[in-house]
């Protein structure tokens, strides 16, 4: 995936790539020589290719590198979301086996301790410190570095998505379905080197990992490099700016500015959201307030990009347009029977993007793809007459919050550990800021008291801040069909 860069690099090095929000800017030639020291620096700690690096990072230019190192020399990169917890890094520490954790200063100790109970990789930072730290050794490492040359089967990144069952599976992404992917984006959104991209998104999902930085990167585009998001600093950004991405939830933030205007996005050609359904409210409140229409596409940790908007043409509001090109989508039922236009069914999936398995659970990769290798993505879906997909479902039990996926198993299994709590069920309720807002209901145990913030409280402790409950209802049981199945749909009447 690196040689895409490396031909940007190439056709411009002095042109800049990146731009802080505090005035520092990298030319794609520095990019380039950064990245062979960040690579250098990680071979000499005893790397070798197809390790894994894993990476719970903020995000920042520096930890970027070390993405764009491990491309670049055939490691394997494992970003974990800042927001984990011990026990969710344990067992993705336990389950990737990494060759070297690279974390946050204020985190190492932490990360040591659990790192020597498991797998007893080396934890590092990224800071100056001479013996944790990599800063030292990145600015005494060689510039130069060849860059591996990795097959298109060749692993590049390990994603953990939530698992139905509560574990999170490891998708294995090669280097094939991220160049598929990044050529499929860059063409049908007609990205170029006059572009600047406004990246706001973090860096330990698809989105912003791959979406975003391939897009500019391998067009020799410029990105506007924010740390987060904040909806006042994008909108004083935009006019300095031609292509933005986010989820639905920025989009509503964006909203809320009263310096939204066609006025402030004036250099703007391109919105573009997803990981998550943009309602058709705010795609036309949007439209009103900036004049643009946002243009929305779908895809997945599994298989990047899968469908798009057009670029010209009709941006229909809630569809996600469009296969990409060398993806094929079909719509079927129960038996894998393609199913005909306006009849909702799951979607499969087809093509180079498509990952190449979960990490070390063959079975389970096994149930995922038809015999004939389509791969289920477990959303419904359905085509129109004109052949826009429309996503109105998920076969698997799961909430979007923020962008983020919850699934409710992990965080029921969490509730039910709590000594007052007999059983959980966890829905996602609307929610005017992250589209859904995960909800718990709980059932406790006779004579046993607790307040709902007590609980919340105690879920923060061990899960990500955005899988943790924003509410908590007391029920005295939770209602059941025949099948003794918890029925989340009344629960979602109840509560929504
Ligand atoms: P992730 O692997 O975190 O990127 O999550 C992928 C899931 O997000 C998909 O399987 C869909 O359920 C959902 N998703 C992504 N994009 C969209 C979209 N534009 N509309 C609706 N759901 C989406």
């Known amino acids: ?138 600015a005494e490492a060689s510039a130069r570095f060849d860059t591996r040359l990795c097959a298109a089967s060749d692993l590049a990144v390990i994603i953990y998505t939530s698992g139905t069952t509560g574990r999170s599976k490891g998708a294995m992404v090669t280097h094939g379905n991220l160049v598929s992917n990044a050529r499929a984006l860059t063409q049908v959104w007609r990205f170029n080197n006059d572009d600047v991209l406004l990246h706001t998104l973090p860096i330990f999902h698809v989105h912003g990992l791959f979406v975003a930085t391939h897009c500019a990167l391998t067009s020799g585009a410029r990105m506007l490099w924010h740390d987060r998001f904040d909806a006042a600093a994008v909108v004083r950004q935009l006019k300095r700016a031609s292509v933005f991405m986010g989820v639905p939830t920025y989009y509503t933030r964006l909203l809320g500015e009263p310096g939204l205007s066609p006025q402030s996005c004036r250099g703007m050609r391109l919105f573009i959201s997803g990981s998550a359904p943009l309602l058709a409210e705010t795609h036309s409140k949007f439209e009103q307030r900036s004049g643009h229409r946002i243009l929305e596409r779908y895809g997945m940790s599994e298989a990047g990009m899968i469908t798009s908007n057009p670029y010209d043409g009709e941006r229909r509001a809630g569809t996600v347009g469009f296969a990409l090109p060398g993806v094929e989508v079909r719509v079927v ?67 979007i919050t923020g962008g983020y996926n919850v699934y409710p198993k992990e965080i029921e299994l969490a509730l039910d550990e709590l000594q007052q709590v007999v059983e959980s069920a966890v ?49 005295e049981g939770l209602p059941r069909n025949a099948m003794g199945k918890v029925q989340k749909n009344l629960l979602r009447e109840r509560f929504g």
């Open 427 to 475: 829905i996602g309720v609307r929610h005017a800021d992250y589209g859904e807002a995960v909800t718990g209901i709980v059932v406790l145990r006779e004579g046993a008291e607790a307040d709902e913030a007590n609980i919340i409280a105690t879920l923060k402790s061990k899960l990500a801040g955005y899988k943790v409950p924003k509410r908590v209802h007391f029920v």
């Open 1 to 138: 995936m690196y040689l895409e860069i490396a031909r940007a690099v190439a056709n411009g090095p002095d042109r800049i790539a990146i731009e802080t929000e505090d005035g520092a800017s990298f030319t794609y030639g520095e990019l380039h020589r950064e990245v062979a020291r960040m690579a250098n620096a990680l071979l000499e700690v005893g790397l070798q290719p197809g390790d894994r690096v894993a990476a719970q990072l903020h995000k920042s230019v520096a930890s970027l590198f070390v993405y764009l190192a491990c491309l670049r020399a055939g490691l394997v990169y494992l970003p974990l979301n800042t927001a984990y917890q011990s026990s969710e890094l344990d067992y993705f520490l336990r389950d990737a086996e990494p060759g070297l954790i690279l974390v946050e200063p204020d985190n190492a100790d932490a990360v040591t301790a659990l790192s020597k109970a498991s797998v007893g990789a080396p934890v590092m930072t990224l800071a100056e410190d001479k013996d944790s730290g990599l800063a030292q050794r990145v």
């Open 333 to 399: 039922d129960d038996t894998d029977q393609v199913l005909p236009v306006g009849e909702k069914g799951a979607i499969q999936i087809k093509g180079e993007n498509v990952f190449s398995g979960y990490w070390r659970m063959l079975e389970k990769t096994k149930q995922e793809f038809t015999a004939d290798g389509w791969f289920r993505t477990g959303d419904i879906g359905v085509f129109d007459r004109d052949g826009y997909l429309s996503i109105v479902g998920r076969a698997k039990d799961l909430i």
